[in-house]
């Protein structure tokens, strides 16, 4: 008798365990699944859509100090299963509401005595999971030296990427190869020769687009990015990624006193490249602002700068010269003209001491004042005219990545900004060497770090938790990339985080890059691109004290797509980047980035074709107006666009901005016309796109 009750017993753990090896979930909608496994004690998931593969079986696994290989031997004890099925509403955004609706599968494992959590979430439009490691007396020390999170995709998979651990941070082109071709010496060999930086290991930095062989496009990415460092993605070989975490530099990839809860890593699934382009995945898996945090006082809003004199005309200079942009008078004058036109703020640039000309990139440090004004710039009387003028200055903080340096004065910084009615900073973190982030170590050793560890992402949270103490936006640029953080904390308005606008000033991105962009790094989030550049060609000069013109430098874009650019890329704090006198020169043309919106209801991709083209269409959250925003890369095209979204039995007036047939990127970029029609929800508008173009539509209702 005792024999055979044993026997049952053993029955019933045995069965529950094999079944338990194996736990598969559906999104809701039951397209996605993933499947859980553990073979030979390795934890290890597989994606499918519609039975598709996306995600080959990958292995799943942490690594701590101390020998610790979270990454093996394990068993499930035990797990759940939940539906969740929610809105919540944005203060501000892309969409007035947004559907949470996933299924969870939460596991326990364990190793001997130690525990590992892993916690997945399956959405219609992709998953999310992580690990955490709760404290346990079974774990000394929770430092982890490597993550094995693998993403097995296949060897004809293709992908958009920008080298990781390479010099210049997130500002690179895109490269267009295989999965196994991910590396710096194919970076050389396609886009831009980087073979002389030679730190750090190959991998491309996240979001990565993926265009799978079978038709499904893939972004990988992570959410919720906070005390751990930016996870980077190595081809291994035959279509398979591993996360790489930057390390700290004694070789430490994360330091934590105590239990670990990762970020998540989130693979966003669509059919085709329209639908990835409204993904909320990244957003649903972050946090809303702690309970009591009130961020009403953060305000969606479009400023004007002293700043493309310096980087694009180069007529100004950002420290004390004759040329000297940030002077009183200079930023009285552009007040009335951004307050004349309906602007929020006023960006000025080298407004405080320690500019000199070869400020960037020594990493030695450089010696920022961020309370200290030049002689020739009085914020007082500044920021009196411009409450006067409705026109807050947008401080600007250039740390030339001296980080303790700038910590040092964060605090009495942000008092200084707002005693000056100051809303919005944009800072910057301008330092172009790899691993050149300079620190002193508890034994007062100075090290370097680099520029997406974990060092650096606390770096980015203390400032924006400083930031909101004092009621103030951030604009960072060279930050970290967003991981969907803008949700807990709003006053992350905006940051830079790719190639932007900058480089069509002082070198060139190319006609193909801005149809890359949408695709890429503004799936992660909204850009501060500072789009608006009128003035496409004969704008430069060769030095801030000579009147002779860079002929060779052109903006390759088109007036048109310079305006389709406000509505295609998101940003809720949106500069309009020119100098007044070159929009002086195209008033009726300026109307429309006076009138578009930066706080959206609702948005629809009318047509895409990854990194060729896009229109986007989005309605603004205040009159109900829709706007149109269409750009194409260097060739023409043809589109019929179906205003069926408008609603039924209404009459509308659309004022379109487009390209002529005779306008072109290289030669005739600013040839534009501007017509009035009107529309209803049956109509089918025909648009024609010029090489290197784009469109910009108003429609508002009669
Ligand atoms: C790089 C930033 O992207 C640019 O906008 C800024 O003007 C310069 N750094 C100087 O801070
Ligand atoms: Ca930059």
């Not at 938790?465 to 060279?478: C, D, F, S, V």
């Amino acid at each position: 008798m005792k024999y055979i009750k044993l026997l049952i017993l053993l029955i019933i753990i045995y069965s529950c365990e094999n079944k338990n090896n194996y736990l598969i979930i559906k999104s809701p909608n039951k397209n996605i699944s993933l499947e859980f496994k553990i073979d030979d004690g390795i934890p290890n998931y597989t994606v499918k859509k519609y039975n598709k593969t996306i995600i080959k079986k990958s292995n799943l696994g942490i690594n701590l100090k101390k020998n610790l290989e979270l990454s093996n031997n394990f068993k499930i004890n035990k797990y759940n299963k939940k539906s969740f099925n929610s809105s919540w509403k944005p203060l501000y955004g892309e969409e007035k509401k947004i559907t949470n609706n996933y299924n969870n599968l939460f596991i326990e494992l364990y190793q001997n005595e130690v525990k590992l959590n892993l916690h997945f979430k399956i959405y219609d439009d992709g998953i999310g999971f992580r690990y955490e490691i709760p404290n346990q007396n079974s774990i000394k020390n929770y430092d982890i030296i490597d993550e094995i999170t693998e993403f097995n995709l296949s060897e004809n998979d293709s992908a958009w990427w920008i080298p990781a651990f390479a010099y210049r941070r997130y500002e690179f082109l895109y490269a267009n190869t295989s999965i196994d071709e991910i590396s710096k010496k194919n970076f050389s060999k396609y886009v831009e020769d980087i073979s002389y930086d030679t730190q750090g290991i190959d991998a491309a930095q996240t979001p990565l687009t993926i265009k799978k062989n079978n038709g499904f496009f893939i972004s990988i990415h992570e959410a919720d990015l906070t005390n751990y460092s930016s996870m980077t993605l190595a081809a291994k070989g035959n279509g398979k990624l591993e996360a790489e975490l930057y390390p700290w530099s004694d070789g430490t990839k994360v330091k934590l006193k105590n239990r670990i809860i990762t970020p998540w890593r989130t693979i966003q699934i669509a059919d085709n490249s329209s639908e990835l382009l409204t993904s909320n995945l990244i957003l649903n898996l972050n946090e809303d602002p702690k309970k009591g945090e009130d961020f009403s006082w953060v305000k969606p809003g479009k400023y004007m700068g002293i700043w493309w004199e310096m980087i694009g005309t180069n007529e100004s200079t950002w420290w004390p010269s004759k040329n000297h942009g940030a002077n009183t008078n200079k930023v009285l004058e552009y007040i009335d003209f951004a307050s004349k036109h309906g602007f929020n703020g006023l960006l000025v640039e080298g407004w405080n001491k320690g500019w000199y000309p070869a400020w960037c990139c020594s990493g030695n440090g450089i010696p920022f004042s961020f309370t200290e004004t030049q002689e020739d710039f009085d914020i007082n009387k500044i920021s009196e005219y411009g409450k006067k003028k409705n026109i807050f200055l947008v401080g600007h903080h250039e740390t030339g990545g001296q980080i303790e340096n700038y910590e040092n004065q964060l605090e009495k910084a942000f008092q200084l900004y707002n005693i000056n009615g100051i809303k919005n900073i944009k800072t910057g973190y301008v330092n172009d060497i790899s691993k050149n982030i300079k620190r002193i170590n508890l034994d007062g050793d100075t090290v370097y770090e680099w520029h997406h560890g974990q060092y650096m992402v606390n770096h980015y949270q203390k400032v924006i938790e400083m930031a909101a103490k004092y009621k103030l936006n951030i604009i960072t640029h060279e930050p970290i990339k967003d991981t969907g953080l803008r949700r807990k904390y709003p006053n992350y308005i905006s940051r830079e985080g790719a190639k932007g606008q900058e480089f069509n000033g002082f070198w060139t991105n190319g006609v193909n890059h801005a149809s890359d962009l949408p695709f890429t790094r503004l799936l992660s989030g909204p850009m501060d691109y500072t789009p608006g550049i009128f003035q496409l060609n004969n704008f430069r000069y060769t030095s801030p004290s000579s009147n002779e013109i860079d002929r060779e430098a052109i903006v390759p874009s088109t007036i048109a797509k310079e305006l389709a650019l406000y509505v295609v890329y998101y940003s809720p704090m949106q500069m309009a980047a020119d100098l007044p006198k070159h929009y002086k020169k195209h008033l009726d043309a300026f109307q429309f980035i006076k009138n578009v919106p930066v706080n959206w209801d609702k948005k629809l991709i009318l047509n895409s074709k990854i990194s060729e083209y896009v229109t986007i269409a989005r309605k603004d959250s205040n009159s109900g107006n829709w706007y149109i925003g269409s750009i194409t890369d260097e060739k023409e095209r043809n589109f019929d666009l179906n205003l069926n979204f408008l609603d039924k039995n209404k009459s509308y007036e659309a004022t379109v901005y487009s390209d002529t047939n005779n306008t072109h990127w290289k030669n005739n970029p600013m040839e534009y016309q501007i017509k009035t029609i009107e529309v209803d929800n049956k109509s089918i508008i025909n648009m024609y796109v010029a090489p290197g173009g784009g469109f910009a539509i108003e429609i508002k209702e009669l």
